[in-house]
Every structure is written in C-alpha cells, then in structure tokens.
C-alpha cells in the first residue's frame, strides 16, 4: 500500500476548509470591530444631546428631586434597587456617556426611554456620582 502526500495530514491540524473559514471569520471579526471604531463611536461622540449635556455642570441635589419624581419607583428611594438595579457605583461600571445613553434609550427593559432637558440630566448625572 503506497501513501499519497495528499492524503497525509498533520494530526493537530484542522482540514483545509476549517482552517480557510477560521480564517474568514477572523476577517470579519476584524472589519467589524475597525467599523464601531470608525464609525459608530466618533457618531456617539457627537451627539449634541450628549454634547450638550456634557458641557454643563448639574446640580446633586436637584438630580435628586428628578431621581425621586422619576427613577425612584423602580430603583428605590435610596437608589438601593427594587425593579431596577442598585445605582451606588454605577459611575464607576459606566462611564458618562454610557449613563446617558442609557436613560434616553430606555435600553434595558423594562426601563422606559426618558430624555430630560440637557441641564436635568446633567444634574441626575451629577445626583449618581454623588452616591456613595
């Protein structure tokens, strides 16, 4: 019995094909994450709402009153978390823009969408980062 080379494989190497859709998906995984960078992110960035928003100083204690008439509910009085999550720390897991992001989208249900004037979530911003 005579062994062609072709027919001859590496033990810990995956057949051709595997290897070439490996590779193709790596590929992908690539121009994706080039696209959020180039594209997705300056786009944020740029988002006058949170520009604006940005640029102002808010206020802890009236971020307070806008958390009680409006967030309370659902995450508590003392932002200690009921429906929705504990927000002591919150500042810290994500970062400005992602806060805002969040509360005008409403992104994680059953949270609704709310988009305060520029100054009011400047001063809810300012109410979180001023939990302990």
Do not use: W
């Not at 932002?79 to 806060?99: F, I, S, W």
């Amino acid at each position: 019995m005579t062994v062609t080379p072709a027919a001859v494989t590496e033990p810990n190497q995956p057949p051709a094909p595997r290897r070439s859709l490996v590779a193709a998906l790596a590929t992908l995984a690539a121009v994706a994450c080039i696209l959020l960078v180039v594209v997705v992110l300056p786009a944020a960035r740029s988002d006058p709402y949170t520009r604006q928003t940005l640029d102002l100083t808010g206020s802890a204690t009236d971020g307070g009153r806008l958390f009680r008439l409006n967030c309370a509910g659902c995450h508590g009085l003392a932002a200690q978390g009921l429906v929705g999550p504990n927000l002591h720390g919150v500042d810290r897991r994500k970062n400005d823009r992602q806060l805002i992001q969040q509360v005008v989208s409403g992104r994680t249900p059953p949270m609704p969408s709310f988009q305060p004037e520029p100054q009011a979530m400047a001063d809810l911003l300012a109410f979180l980062h001023a939990l302990p």
